[in-house]
């Protein structure tokens, strides 16, 4: 089965932003908004940054591997109209991946999702979850 649905990879290539949750060593929350990529190679969301190996959301990911990545965005206020996905899983931080833009570091965070939420796509435009297995 694929990781992500035709549309998750549509909506997920028309975004710029994304916001990153990670936990830090005392369990304290950490949430930042970043640039990624969807890597349908190999079903994972790749986060990268200017000096991404610097700081803390790649120190908290190598210390526990946990994160949290929500990309969303408001398709209309006249009916009120909000699209999103919310992506669980475990995360790496990997040192040499290459840079994913040419003014990112060579670090990135890699995403393996394991749970994904979605609002406002489909016929229904309703919310759904499933698990990747």
């Given at each position: 089965m694929a990781t992500f649905t035709d549309a998750e990879i549509e909506y997920l290539a028309a975004q710029r932003l994304g916001r990153l949750a990670t936990a830090?060593?005392?369990?304290?929350?950490?949430?930042?908004?970043?640039?990624?990529?969807?890597?349908?190679?190999?079903?994972?969301?790749?986060?990268?940054?200017?000096?991404?190996?610097?700081?803390?959301?790649?120190?908290?990911?190598?210390?526990?591997?946990?994160?949290?990545?929500?990309?969303?965005?408001l398709v209309s206020v006249d009916p009120w109209t909000v699209r999103g996905l919310e992506i669980r899983g475990h995360a790496e931080a990997l040192t040499?991946?290459?840079?994913?833009?040419?003014?990112?570091?060579?670090?990135?965070?890699?995403?393996?999702?394991?749970?994904?939420?979605?609002?406002?796509?489909?016929p229904d435009a309703g919310m759904y979850r499933r698990d990747i297995s």
């Open positions: 830090g060593p005392r369990g304290r929350l950490q949430n930042n908004p970043v640039g990624f990529r969807v890597n349908t190679a190999d079903g994972t969301i790749d986060i990268g940054g200017r000096n991404m190996g610097a700081t803390q959301k790649f120190r908290n990911v190598r210390a526990n591997g946990q994160a949290a990545f929500v990309v969303d965005d040499d991946a290459g840079p994913p833009q040419p003014f990112m570091s060579n670090e990135i965070i890699r995403i393996y999702p394991e749970r994904i939420y979605g609002w406002g796509f489909g």
